[in-house]
């Protein structure tokens, strides 16, 4: 069964604090995603990578960073945590090539105080 | 930039009935369209996967269709069921296909 497993369910974190999101799938995807989810505003595409290493800005970057040092794992760096990064997080993963469906984690509800 | 635009409003309709949600997108020709579904609580699951040149798909009580003329795709549920309350969210994309980006969804509820 294939899986997309996010390191956290649930995560409370001060302001000005370095986060971590932790992505992990197991099914050998080129592709991986950083989503947030906020009510309203549907998902929103942070960053994205399609080969370790590589790395390219989604739609809403600004106070994020990533990191892809292996192909199964794909984080998500909140430099200095603000409460507007309050929200829920979410990880996906598909092949390269039109086709591939995307699959997702069970996300992470961030709360920064 | 591309924009992806789904009714905002919630979908109420009864079981038995056929619902149908709408996704239009602006600024990009997109060969592909994705459907997913999404419970509350969860990640999206991916649906159905049209291409532009099938104008329209099926997958048991699914039906979707893709114009690109119009730069719309609906998405039919037929004999609809309570079970079938969720949000629904499409994902056009086209040449860049390693970027997918999603419309905001739209909420459905069957009632019995």
Redesign the interface.
Known sequence: DVK?TQSSRYLVKRTGEKVFLECVQDMDHE?M?W?RQDP????R?IY?S?DVKMK?K??IPEGYSVSREKKERFSLILESASTNQTSMY?C?S?I????G???????TRLTVV | ?QKIE?N?EALNIQEGKTATLTCNYTNYSP??L?W?RQDP??????LL?IRENEKEKRKERLKVTFDTTLKQSLFHITASQPADSATY?C?P?GGG?????????TRLAVHP
């Open positions: 997309v592709n995603f989503y309203g505003l549907g998902l595409l994205f399609y390219e989604g739609d979410l996906a598909r390269q090539g039109p086709w469906e995307a699959f997702f984690g069970q996300g | 930039s789904q905002s060969a592909y994705q997913y609580g969860r990640g999206p699951v991916f996967l969210l994902a994309f296909y390693n970027k997918l980006i999603f419309g905001a969804g």
